[in-house]
Antibody
Framework: QVQLQESGPGLVKPSQTLSLTCTVSGGSISSGSYYLNWIRQPAGKGLEWIGRIYASGITNYNPSLKSRVTISADTSNNQFSLKLSSVTAADTAVYYC????????????????????WGQGSLVTVSS | DVQMTQSPSSLSTSVGDRVTITCRAS??????LNWYQQKPGKAPKLLIYAASSLQSGVSSRFSGSGSGTDFTLTISSLQPEDFATYYCQQSYSTPYTFGLGTKVEIK
């Protein structure tokens, strides 16, 4: 059974860098076929996609955050990480890591992607 | 970015009712549309992918339909454990985007 677990400081000061790690168990992140994503959710609000990394190291970021975001992978420890720089109170949220699986449709020949395993979420508060 | 618009934002309903939630994309996304269920304090759970394919282990009372810009999530007979917030998400292009959610509440 695949499990993901976020870890990192729950409190970050304004202008500093938020750093979170997601540890994956039940499967190797270097086995390919999966993107590993970060998503966040401010209290009482909707979900915002931050970005993702593939096993090869290829990354995609949300343009709204791109200048401040770095996602990296540590295959030796089966972890991937999020760094968000120059944080403000607007970055206060629950941060989720999630695995993005590929689903192949035989009839159409198309491949579809969905976030099938999620961590439990890590609340990060930006405050002095 | 592809904008996703969900309606209604909330609805009050009863156990056993049929529930329909709508999601509209700002451009055609073919059938690259996922639905998630989120309960308070929990991570979202994938229900439907590719607009109409049921994720493994998800109850068959959930179904999805649509293509292009208009999509629907239907719960055939609402059960107590289905009271939650539901989100649509497009996987057509990055940045992935979500609808603002539909909260299904007990009447």
């Amino acid at each position: 059974q695949v499990q993901l677990q976020e870890s990192g400081p729950g409190l970050v000061k304004p202008s500093q860098t938020l750093s979170l790690t997601c540890t994956v168990s039940g499967g190797s992140i270097s086995s390919g076929s999966y993107y590993l994503n970060w998503i966040r959710q401010p209290a009482g609000k909707g979900l915002e996609w931050i970005g993702r990394i593939y096993a090869s190291g290829i990354t995609n970021y949300n343009p709204s955050l791109k200048s401040r975001v770095t996602i990296s992978a540590d295959t030796s420890n089966n972890q991937f990480s999020l760094k968000l720089s120059s944080v403000t109170a607007a970055d206060t949220a629950v941060y989720y890591c999630a695995r993005e699986a590929a689903f192949f449709d035989f009839w159409s020949g198309n491949q579809y992607y969905g976030l099938d395993y999620w961590g439990q979420g890590s609340l990060v508060t930006v405050s002095s | 970015d592809v904008q996703m618009t969900q309606s209604p934002s909330s609805l009050s309903t009863s156990v056993g009712d049929r529930v329909t939630i709508t999601c509209r994309a700002s451009q055609s996304i073919s059938n690259y549309l996922n639905w998630y269920q989120q309960k308070p304090g929990k991570a979202p759970k994938l229900l439907i992918y590719a607009a109409s394919s049921l994720q493994s282990g998800v109850s068959s009372r959930f179904s999805g339909s649509g293509s292009g810009t208009d999509f629907t999530l239907t719960i055939s007979s609402l059960q107590p454990e289905d009271f939650a917030t539901y989100y649509c998400q497009q996987s057509y292009s990055t940045p992935y985007t979500f609808g603002l959610g539909t909260k299904v509440e007990i009447k």
